[in-house]
Nanobody, 126 residues
């Protein structure tokens, strides 16, 4: 069982920055592919960014490339999402997720992820 807890969401003006964190329980965190997803009201959950267990592979949605940076600290069971140049369309609940079965690479499909956090709200005002 893996428990994930997100933090760092909030209200920010367009052009501003936020840093989300995801704290994971368990001793196998370093072996998991991790991802960030988001869901705005009335829309489906969408992939934002993912990172392989050894940080060898990073994958971003086109909509956030060049603005968001995903990273992880395996020694402390944490993952981060640095979000810069935020836009109103980035407003959503952001979720971290763990894919415990992915050996290599990163999946952008939410169905591949096994554990989810409760989400943290990010609101970007114009």
């Amino acid at each position: 069982q893996v428990q994930l807890v997100e933090a760092g969401g909030g209200l920010v003006q367009a052009g501003g920055s936020l840093r989300l964190s995801c704290a994971a329980s368990g001793r196998s965190f370093s072996r998991y592919t991790m991802g960030w997803f988001r869901q705005a009201p009335g829309t489906e959950r969408e992939f934002v960014a993912g990172i392989s267990w050894n940080v060898g592979r990073l994958f971003y949605a086109d909509s956030v490339k060049g603005r968001f940076t995903i990273s992880r600290d395996n020694a402390n069971n944490k993952m981060y999402l640095q979000m810069n140049s935020l836009k109103p369309e980035d407003t959503a609940v952001y979720y971290c997720a763990a894919d415990v079965n992915m050996l290599l690479g990163v999946s952008a499909s939410s169905g591949e992820y096994d554990y989810w956090g409760q989400g943290t709200q990010v609101t970007v005002s114009s």
